[in-house]
């Protein structure tokens, strides 16, 4: 894994080409901050040591150094509320996809049904249990 402070100029290399609000220092600053910890977690650190290791790297090269030196625990307790919720976001909208795929096996067993097809093959499409299509065919 390339060093943090080759990031870091990887990171800003491209300030120029940015949107001028990445020129303003704290802008920059706190977006390096979010890039820096999203870095860490996907290389697989967990949430509190990504954010400590990130917070430990911008204090030492003063990135939002006063602001993370004031309220470290408040940083830690967004960061971490930001992510559950995310993280249960995610879960729910998995959820819902598995839904829809059940949804659309259903509607495509339903259709197979309606053609008379042979309960084996719609089980072999649609991965639905034998039970599952008894009740489907119920509705027809």
């Not at 339903?110 to 991965?127: C, F, G, Q, V």
């Amino acid at each position: 894994m390339p060093t943090a402070k080759f990031e870091q100029l990887r990171y800003n290399e491209d300030i120029r080409k940015c949107c001028r609000l990445l020129q303003y220092k704290p802008l920059r600053d706190y977006s390096y901050f979010i890039y820096d910890t999203q870095r860490r977690i996907k290389a697989g650190e967990p949430l509190g040591k990504a954010l400590a290791h990130t917070m430990e790297y911008c204090v030492s090269h003063d990135i939002m150094k006063d602001f993370l030196s004031e309220h470290e625990q408040e940083v830690v307790d967004m960061y971490s509320m930001s992510w559950r919720e995310r993280a249960f976001q995610e879960a729910a909208m998995e959820a819902g996809r598995e839904e829809g795929r059940e949804e659309a096996r259903k509607n495509t067993a339903l259709d197979m049904l309606r053609d008379k097809m042979d309960p084996e093959k719609i089980m072999k499409y649609t991965s639905l249990s034998p039970e599952c299509i008894a009740e489907l065919a119920k509705t027809l």
